[in-house]
């Protein structure tokens, strides 16, 4: 039961690593992935671009479209069951 | 009118979302505490919810002053992107429950569950350490989620304490109600207030990502306000589409 200190420590990274990656990814990746696409999206737009209008429009947009395919994705997940 | 004029609306959101998403967490929180307390003895249950919170209060203070000295540009973008993340997480799971295609939240049925799960434990286990346990781990786990929500929220709108007032604020209300209801609160409209949690932290979300990325809203902090108004109505229509989509489970549902 009990452990070193290098096992301890070993076993927190590791689960902390989980826990995060539980908390960002967990059972919905497209979401995390949608996060990712809308900010390299906005950077080209805004940082890169500077169409700052754009930028503007194009950032909840897409923010509603990957709430709104991830719901489509969770619906089919419910019918094949 | 007054208090409307001289609040700004990031303060307003700020509050609302952190106290928000602490009365949802510490009212699942309160159902591990109750069922420990009513099985295994109060004693233990009240000091493995004490710990838990004075662990948690112990990392907001610690790393709550490390995050406000990051630029305030690259914190705004990471903690954009987390709470657009978590908000579309809060936001789907909320919308998928109003729409009969998950189950609600049944603090009752958990509740039942802890309670077997306490019963039947070996008597020759330490019942203390036990109970002392699950009431920590309870508690933790589920603020765990909102010291997130506090730092991220608090450090970048340089409004830490506040933040932090409003999550005690919970606690405090949640603890309250339940010493005096003396029962889980299933009465309450969890999904509600979840979902009206994931439209405010995607509201922030969609703020902060884009202030990170340098894009200059119109009007400042009151584009908060507008976020909040569009992603509500977003997140009615859905619903509505889904359960336009989905006849049969909304009517088992409301049968």
Redesign the interface.
């Known amino acids: 039961m009990n452990q070193s200190p290098p096992a301890l420590a070993l076993r927190l990274v590791k689960g902390f690593g989980r826990?995060c990656w539980d908390?960002?990814v967990?059972d919905?990746p497209e979401?995390?992935v949608?996060?990712?696409v809308?900010?390299g999206v906005?950077?080209l737009l805004?940082?890169v671009g500077h169409f700052?209008t754009a930028?503007?429009i194009v950032?909840?947009l897409l923010?509603?479209s990957?709430?709104?395919i991830?719901?489509r994705r969770?619906?089919r997940a419910?019918r094949r069951k | 009118m007054f208090f409307a004029s001289s609040v700004p609306s990031g303060v307003v959101v700020l509050v609302g979302a952190v106290f928000l998403a602490s009365c949802v967490e510490m009212v699942e929180a309160l159902t591990i505490v109750l069922a420990v307390g009513h099985t295994r003895g109060w004693r233990a249950a009240l000091q493995g919810s004490a710990v838990a919170i004075v662990v948690l209060a112990a990392l907001v203070a610690s790393f709550g002053p490390a995050l406000v000295r990051v630029p305030l540009n690259e914190l705004r973008?990471i903690v954009g992107?987390?709470l657009?993340?978590?908000g579309?997480?809060w936001?789907?799971k909320a919308?998928?429950r109003a729409s009969g295609?998950?189950a609600l939240h049944d603090e009752d049925a958990i509740y039942r569950e802890k309670v077997a799960e306490l019963k039947a434990l070996d008597a020759s286990v330490n019942l203390d350490r036990v109970a002392f346990v699950v009431a920590f781990k309870g508690v933790f786990l589920e603020g765990?989620?909102v010291v997130?929500l506090v730092l991220t929220l608090g450090s970048s709108a340089h409004r830490l304490g506040l933040a932090a007032v409003a999550a005690a604020a919970a606690v405090v209300l949640v603890g309250v109600v339940g010493v005096v209801v003396a029962k889980q609160l299933s009465k309450v409209p969890e999904n509600a207030m979840k979902m009206s949690v994931g439209v405010l932290l995607?509201t922030y979300?969609?703020f902060w990502?884009?202030e990170g990325?340098?894009?200059?809203?119109?009007g400042g902090d009151v584009m908060l306000a507008a976020?909040v108004g569009?992603?509500a109505v977003?997140t009615w229509l859905?619903v509505l589409v889904?359960r336009r989509?989905?006849p049969q489970?909304s009517a088992e549902v409301a049968a």
């Open positions: 826990f908390l960002l967990g919905t979401l995390f949608a996060a990712l809308i900010i906005v950077t805004s940082v700052n930028a503007m950032l909840p923010a509603i990957a709430l709104a991830s719901l969770a619906q419910a | 973008l992107a987390v657009l993340i978590f579309m997480q936001l789907r919308i998928l295609l998950k765990l989620e997130i995607v979300g969609t990502t884009g990325l340098k894009v200059k809203w119109p976020f569009i992603y977003v859905l889904v989509e989905n489970v």
